[in-house]
């Protein structure tokens, strides 16, 4: 939502608001009525899709973008070479994306992504999300309203392997069938287990008048 108005210098006057995104209100003042409403518009819909601009990043002073959150833990922490690498890796990867927009789902979702379109190992897997979680241990510790709680601290235990799924096994019984030489199975192979056998012993392959193996 954004309002307008002509200030008594001539210049056009706006104001942005966006909660969850910018921590207050936005104000930008333009020289023409024509240029604020082309860019507010612009602007706008670069919210609405949850992207903050490059060019508010130094008008504000919490933190609200990953990117930036990134850059800012990175420049304020003093961070072991390896940290530093994988946060490097990383910066890029949401642009502009809001911290509002971090939860578990948003986890679940990064975590997906390194292990089918990545194909990532689970040991990188497991250090790429620990750099992040550090750095948002110290955003959430910094009291930033746009990052209430770490979600990567979620995720459980074994969240770097991929689950594969078992297929079930299917068994077919066969009848029990009553024949001139006692019982026989009514399967189809040249040898059967005995339903009557201690030991599970496969009776020698003989053919009755039905041309099933029988029992007995």
């Known amino acids: 939502m954004s309002t307008k108005r002509l200030r008594p210098s001539g210049a056009w006057e ?7 995104i910018l921590p207050k209100p936005l104000s930008l003042t333009f020289d023409t009525e024509e240029e604020g409403d082309i860019y507010v518009r612009r602007l706008e819909q670069m919210l609405d899709a949850g992207i903050l ?3 508010l990043v130094a008008r504000r002073s919490d933190l609200v973008s990953i990117d930036d959150a990134i850059r800012s833990y990175m ?25 509002t927009g971090v939860d578990y789902q948003w986890a ?4 997906k992504s390194m292990k089918r379109k990545d ?3 689970p040991s990188t897997i497991r250090h790429y999300v620990g750099a992040l ?7 959430v510790q910094s009291g930033t309203l746009s990052l209430a709680t770490n979600p990567l601290r979620l995720l459980p235990k074994r969240y770097a392997h991929t689950r594969t799924k078992t297929r079930p ?4 019984t066969f009848p029990i069938l009553p024949t001139q030489h006692g019982l026989r199975c009514a399967c189809p192979f040249s040898t059967c287990l005995s339903p009557g056998s201690a030991h599970g012993d496969v009776l020698p392959t003989g053919r009755g008048a039905s041309g099933y193996p029988p029992f007995g």
């Open 14 to 20: 706006y104001v942005i608001r966006r909660k969850g």
């Open 53 to 55: 601009p490059e060019d």
């Open 75 to 99: 420049t304020k922490v003093s961070l072991p070479p390896s940290d530093a690498s994988l946060l490097n890796a990383l910066i890029d990867r949401w642009n502009g994306q809001v911290l």
């Open 108 to 111: 679940e979702t990064w975590v």
């Open 119 to 121: 194909v990532i190992a």
């Open 133 to 139: 979680a550090r750095c948002f241990d110290w955003v």
């Open 169 to 172: 096994l299917f068994v077919h």
